[in-house]
């Protein structure tokens, strides 16, 4: 697996977390309603998953692992064969993003991927968007006019809560989808 691969790959996740953050209304600690019953929203949680990126003919795919808890999270992006692509910690202290032996750090998970990838990332509505806590289909429109379509289907419940089992993003003959194998609330 090349490095161009697994950075285009990350850099692609990262698009899609900003666009689906983008694309969510404000957050609030309401309880979700879903079509038969009501769900909570977990603010800490595991989530494992697969990603695949297509841009015309080029389909790429890896891994990635995120972890959210009160005092920490973490999201290690990896490649299929399971070797650690890149790293995003936050915690209390700030914001780290670590590459290999590269190592950046900054206030907040906005302010590194914005000065990196040139997206800033809001998790906190990412984490809602998985579990369904704001609209399950939306068009977003990019600051280069470029329209998107985010899509989260096929829920499942885990006790009071719940999480989707695939996310979707996609513009033209780009594509990004998530795939979620492993969701627990903590």
């Not at 005092?71 to 299929?80: H, L, S």
Request: proline share 3%; hydrophobic share 45%.
């Amino acid at each position: 697996m090349n490095s161009r691969f697994c950075t285009g790959c990350a850099q692609s996740l990262l698009l899609a977390i900003s666009l689906a953050a983008c694309a969510a209304p404000g957050r609030d600690a309401a309880p979700l309603r879903g079509p038969e019953t009501t769900v909570a929203y977990a603010s800490a949680f595991v989530l494992a998953g697969r990603i695949s990126v297509r841009v015309g003919d080029r389909i790429d795919s890896g891994s990635v692992r995120w972890s959210r808890n009160a005092n920490e999270e973490t999201i290690g992006f990896y490649t299929p064969l399971g070797s650690q692509v890149a790293e995003f910690k936050r915690t209390a202290a700030g914001v780290s993003l670590i590459r290999g032996l590269d190592r950046q750090d900054s206030a907040s998970v906005a302010e590194l991927t914005e000065a990196l990838f040139g997206v800033a990332i809001d998790l906190d509505l990412l984490a809602r968007l998985v579990q369904g806590a704001d609209a399950l289909q939306t068009r977003w429109v990019s600051a280069d006019g470029r329209e998107w379509r985010l899509q989260a289907e096929e829920f499942s419940a885990a006790g009071p809560h719940r999480h989707a089992r695939r996310v979707s993003i996609e513009s033209g003959d780009a594509r990004v989808r998530l795939v979620i194998d492993e969701w627990q609330a903590l």
